[in-house]
């Protein structure tokens, strides 16, 4: 089995193995489900990276640092873990 060259061919193979084992039932609310999988770990990423610096994240992530404080707390993370 070939191994995915990008992030976006290991999204659309995660999708496929999920829609796979769902068989004939129908996801709902697929895209919520996405957003709240990827986002954690992308915003623990991004702190890791940062070394707790909110500023740098939010810069790196292309958003305010007042949105990343929020979706921080929304996950549950907190700075400098």
């Given at each position: 089995m070939k191994t995915p060259d990008s992030l976006e061919d290991c999204v659309r193979?995660?999708?496929?193995?999920y829609l796979e084992d769902l068989g004939d039932a129908d996801p709902t609310?697929?895209?919520?489900?996405?957003?709240q999988c990827v986002e954690k770990p992308v915003l623990d990423i991004a702190m890791a990276r940062a070394v707790g610096n909110q500023s740098r994240a939010?810069?790196?992530?292309g958003m305010t640092r007042s949105t990343l404080r929020k979706k921080?707390?929304?996950h549950d993370l907190h700075p400098g873990r």
């Open positions: 193979a995660s999708l496929s193995r609310n697929l895209w919520e489900m996405v957003m939010a810069v790196m992530l921080l707390a929304q």
